[in-house]
C-alpha cells in the first residue's frame, strides 16, 4: 500500500498543524485564538484555510452541535520529515550534522535539552 504525497503545508497552515498536534481538537475560534504568531486575523480566515485544509486531506472535524472539531488528519512526523530533509538537502547540502551545527550555534540551549539530545544521540548509535 503506497502513500499519497501530502501537499506541503504554508507556514500559516503549520502553526495550526502545531496546535491541534500539541493540544488535539480544537473549534476553529480556540484555533484563531491560540495561533502562536499572536497576529490579528478574522474568524473567517481561519475558518476558510482550515476548511481548505480539511479539502487538501490535513484536517477532519467532527461536528458537536453548531460548531465544528478540528483534529489533524496527518501525523506529525509524516509532515516534519519532509519539511526537514528538504531543508538539510537544500540548506546544508543533504549533511545532517550542518544542521545540527546551525541549530546549536544559532539558540541558546539549556542543560536539560542538551542532555536530551545527548539521549536521543545515544539512542541511534550503532552498539558495540
Known amino acids: 500500500m503506497s502513500v499519497s504525497p501530502l501537499p506541503r503545508p504554508s507556514d500559516f497552515e503549520l502553526q495550526i498543524l502545531a496546535l491541534l498536534w500539541e493540544r488535539g481538537p480544537m ?3 480556540e484555533v484563531r ?6 497576529k490579528p486575523r478574522a474568524y473567517t480566515s481561519v475558518l476558510s484555510v482550515m476548511q481548505v485544509m480539511e479539502k487538501k486531506g490535513l484536517l477532519a472535524h467532527t ?19 519532509g ?3 528538504k531543508l538539510v538537502h537544500l ?3 543533504g549533511k545532517p550534522a550542518a544542521a545540527v551545527q546551525a541549530l546549536l ?6 542543560p536539560q535539552e ?13 552498539r558495540k
Open 27 to 29: 473549534t476553529a475560534r
Open 33 to 38: 485564538e491560540n495561533l502562536p504568531d499572536k
Open 63 to 81: 461536528a458537536q452541535g453548531k460548531t465544528h472539531l478540528y483534529r489533524p488528519r496527518v501525523a506529525k512526523t509524516r509532515i516534519l520529515r
Open 83 to 85: 519539511l526537514i530533509s
Open 91 to 93: 540548506v546544508f547540502g
Open 105 to 110: 550555534d544559532d539558540k541558546t540551549i539549556s
Open 114 to 126: 542538551l542532555s536530551e539530545i545527548r539521549k536521543m544521540l545515544d539512542a541511534k548509535s550503532p
